[in-house]
């Protein structure tokens, strides 16, 4: 009964089969028909026009999405726990050459506008000192919590009136426009580029790194081959992302996902460390807690000394939820 | 009908089932059972202690070997026509850190001791010139030649002479070791490291990266996630070789693909502009006699002003071999 | 009557001898006679093997020092107000390649055992998470604060207890020795790499990277010249060390710039913010004291909303100074 | 009696008098009057608005030149014996974050309009290979032939034809404007960048970068902190610079070593192996004559296997010149 991450759940029947389509021959690489029609299915998703290219995963669509909006010698304002600082093996600074990542606090590890400007002013606007030329935020957050569509239209309007571009880490952001209920792009309104996650959801190996400000577009397919991203089979990455999109598979994953998390969150009550909006539950569970949970035969990762953290997945077993509820009540 | 490139060929039916069965939860990234078993497997097949990580390109596994090889400020001594060097949009460079490739000639795009030796020759032993540490050659060659087991030995003498580390860029090392009929060792003996070609040969998304030099491994571990090449289901390319290893499909593919190669290679007699020791044919065919061979259906790239490339696959269909046999016979 | 400052003084007249002294032609690079005999010089200095190399500024010491450390994947914990971390344009991202700087705290801008064996408990030993490889302290602090001899070598335990290699920012190293009179290999004991600061001393325009591991001497030769700091008139580089050297005039300039401080910080008394133990003195000063010390003709830098930074230099004009601490006195 | 290159002359006494002048206390880094007042100099110089930045080495100038002018993912076109390629230890690859020279051929070791053509037609327009965004070349060029104005205008044309960017190396350009005795501009018009090189010609450690497109200013003052090369004592180096320009030192001390290697030249006769355009003489020599003009005192390096490299500089002793001159005519 395994409730340690999302990222290695199974990948969703119609995902397989939309592979199995994809078996014809067709161009290498992007040429395919599949690649060459993701612009246009996200152009549609968002109501605007996008450029869209799939990658392996979502260490490589956030980075090079960063490496786009920001220079060498430029920095990147993100959370002190997002992910793109924590877990992904310095690859920011491997994709950027090296750019900075400048550390902001916030509750439920997000940003807030604020945040984001207190921050910029106290840069010196020199040579000796890291200028940010974007910032990224992470919707929905390590910690489970979703920025509201008003939240992110006002880091928007900070970010771009300082003259910064604004990245989004959506590994769930499935789980956030699931959650919020809104039309996808009030939930990433503003944005120059946003890692759309689809492994966590029910996907294989394909996230889709998406370009709303067009102009990057260029340069992301020379960085993508150049980061041994482009796959030569890439329709089967392409037929991954369709398949999360058609009939809104990806919403309806992620509702099942949180759902879960809704359940869970129910029995923690008092227990729960932060809200949950997505599908993470992140609740106070002293080691003896824990180990009465993992003797039952639950399966998910310590937060902390006296924490711990569940995850749940578009394919969480049910009956494996309630249980986990009701061990959770008995504590 | 077409003889584009063997790197959009369909995925093997055994592929496909082995990714299947990857598909129930497992530890995320390369905890997997079948990740962890690939040392296993490799080094039975190379009758050697082996690590061996999979990615998803042959350019991800050229280039973080060449990374593990190679300080940023060292140089790789290659061929002028090699992979590397003219098809991988600069992504040496990205990996090593700015690394030079130092180009040499060779006939069949193959290097030789003699011109290794030159080359390092040449090069002042100080800090102004970029001192090579290492040495890439292409087995099966980018013109489909196959460097036999002694020529291979005679390299790795040299090389390590030189106090070099060998890399085989073995995106169709499947197709050599199936024409020489040899150990597969042989075929790469004394090499660090070999980009194990998958893809091209029947699998979908996964190369083997193998390392002889074991030593090598935790740093190309570290590498391969700062990349964002560590997928968090890995479990599904590590299925994929698997499969390619399992009952030596990898030369049963090799060698289905090399026969339809000799077959056009027979046709084309004096035409030939190489030797034909694999899945590749390079014909001398002037633009009118490729224009009648596409006015028949056939595709392929032209090669220069008067040649053409015509690969061969896994999956060629032997009608369409036999067709493109006769037609270049009708030349 | 500026202190601002040391960074921009003028050059002692002995280092102007000795550079003109070095005139006469030599051979280029660093293979001039000057050059070549730093490594004996510093070894004698330090009372033990040392490998010496001018570099045109304490920037280019430091991050060659760290790019020897660390490998690009890899860390460097220091301290949150490192000069490294903030003040040099992200120059450790570019010479490490990406590396990461890895922060902490501590009075004074100093690390401790403690806080070093805290960051490297905290960092998960897998490939997700960056893996510090080294740590960065700066003698004397960005806060003008020394470590004592015991301290050194109580970090230098904790340091290479970790696997970890030290380096010493050492721009104002010369300060810290003359407030401690200790044998300078005290005020650095343990370290792998010194950068040994001239240049804010009265050099002109050379400091000296030490490396007590003499592995790092090959690659760090390399790497200056791929990061254009080896100057082909070396010599006058070279000159100017020797000059510092000669007669302990680095001390003699070191002791001039902290008598000036310590006279400061009699006047300043309770306004002190930091111990005063080297050339920098940082005290409370509102903006309406920062005016009236600016009225009276002193330069200096705000140091945040309520206070003032003075430095003082091996040149400092004791009439300044005198006028300084009475005009500090009179507030 | 050395004549194995120009590149570890002494000052010119001019040279030392404005750093001695210099020695008064101002603004750190570049923000002294000295540094300030470079740009003017140079728009008057080049008669248009030029951006004219200090640094310490020939390397630094032309390769922050270059990583302005290229992307990571990049190339630069220019001759394989370009400085650049051969001498600078890899630092093109450094500054450029792995950008890919591109080599081309041509006699005397300088590029034509039609080479250019060739080389860039022959890149496919893709992600598979590294597309070119810049052409260096270098003037005077490193066999010592200049390019004439009409040349420099055709290079131009066809670079910005191209839709790409000109660097020129110019390490010795006042050897080349000596010789050409034209208008400084018409001896590098259409430029973007033009390394200015003063060290080889009378100064001690200063080059200028000369920025005739200033849009990259703000972005190569970021790149040179981030290098280390914003020396804190700029002013030493802007008064080297100023020194050269002042009444025209930089030509007059290019005339004197042109000289002498025109006497040199007039005693080669038909030894010679290029025309000697500026100050530097390669001529036929095979080891006994080599090994004779040695046994006279004579230093300079070998070239290749029968030939020798003779270089004249500012303050190349008449005595030594004639003697040398005379000493080839017995050969």
Redesign the interface.
Known sequence: M?F??D?????HPAV?DAM?HA??????YDG?RLSQSLDEAFSALFGRPCTALW???G???N??ALAALV?????VICHRQAHIE??????P????????LILGDGEGARLTPAEITRIAAAIGND?????PQAVSITQTSELGCTYQPSEIAAISDTVNGLGLALHIDGARFANAVAFLGCDPWLACQGAATLSFGC??NGA??AEALVLFDQELAD?V?????????????G???AAQIHAMLKDDLWLANARAANGAAQELAGAAGERLLHPVEANEVFLRAQPADRAALRAEGFGFYDWGADGARLVTAWNSDPGHVAALAAAIRRL
């Not at 078996?23 to 290498?28: K, N, R, S």
């Open positions: 395994q340690l991450s990222n290695a759940a199974a990948v397989w199995r078996d014809h021959a067709d161009m290498p395919d990658v392996a995963s260490t490589a669509a980075c090079l220079p060498p010698h430029g920095g924590h877990h992904e093996g310095g690859a600074g491997f994709f950027t050459h090296g750019a900075k040579v000796h000192e890291v200028q492994i966590k294989m190996s340069l397919r020379h960085r993508r081959k150049r980061a041994g991203h482009l796959q030569s089979k329709r089967y990455l």
